[in-house]
């Protein structure tokens, strides 16, 4: 069964640094997403992303993140200069229309 | 206010009972709901979406919706110990909307 994928499982990254998690999307879905979940917490939108560019992003997802699509296959969230609120597991999803999202392995990051 | 709302927990149930978790949310024009269940550590994985008022069943577990009420509950019968999960509630709006607003989950224990 196809699955959404995501690497690498665990960065750890000093505050300030750039990040880059990187996600496969199911091979023919189309709308893609980013979530994250801070420890203990709900799972928070991010941004959504279709036909190569951002169809909504949440109050969270400021100037600092921004996502890609570099090739047919991989779809990005790069943090800029992180902080150590950013900690936190991030999951990618995706979703074939009509359909429903589904989610990534996730990456946890912690901003040390 | 917030948006999707769900009890905590932990509910605890014997194996073989049925498990009923439920979910209320605020915004009226919500169009799509979903429960992820979410082991410890991992990502959400999807176990059922209902989109019109009633009853959706899918092997041993219904979900409910009451757009009136605005509830939507997740009932678990023949509950076994690998069903001891967090439950998460979430909501689309629709009307263009690809965010899903998720609760914060409540925790299910079976116990054999």
């Known amino acids: 069964e196809p699955e959404v994928t995501q690497t690498p499982s665990h960065q750890v990254t000093q505050m300030g640094q750039e990040v880059i998690l990187r996600c496969v999307p199911i091979?023919?879905?189309?709308?893609f997403y980013w979530y994250r979940q801070i420890l203990g917490q709900k799972v928070e939108f991010l941004v959504s992303?279709?036909?190569?560019?951002?169809?909504?992003k949440s109050e969270i997802f400021d100037d600092q993140f921004s996502v890609e699509r570099p090739d047919g296959s991989n779809f990005t969230l790069k943090i800029r200069s992180t902080k150590l609120e950013d900690s936190a597991m991030y999951f990618c999803?995706?979703?074939?229309?009509?359909?429903?999202?589904?989610f990534g392995p996730g990456t946890r990051l912690t901003v040390t | 206010q917030k948006e999707v709302e769900q009890n905590s927990g932990p509910l605890s149930v014997p194996e073989g009972a049925i498990a009923s978790l439920n979910c209320t949310y605020s915004?009226?024009?919500?169009?799509?709901f979903f429960w992820y269940r979410q082991y410890s550590g991992k990502s959400p994985e999807l176990i059922m979406f209902?989109?019109?008022?009633g009853d959706k069943e899918d092997g041993r577990f219904t979900a409910q919706l009451n757009k009136a009420s605005q509830y939507v509950s997740l009932l678990i019968r023949d509950s076994q110990p690998s069903d001891s999960a967090t439950y998460l509630c979430?909501?689309?709006?629709?009307?263009?909307?690809?965010?899903?607003?998720f609760g914060k989950g409540t925790k299910l224990t079976v116990n054999p």
């Open positions: 091979s023919n879905h189309l709308y």
């Open positions: 209902i989109y019109s008022n």
């Open positions: 915004d009226r024009g919500s169009q799509s």
């Open positions: 999803a995706s979703r074939a229309p009509p359909g429903e999202q589904y």
């Open positions: 992303f279709y036909n190569n560019e951002i169809s909504e």
């Open positions: 979430a909501v689309n709006r629709g009307g263009g909307s690809e965010k899903l607003v």
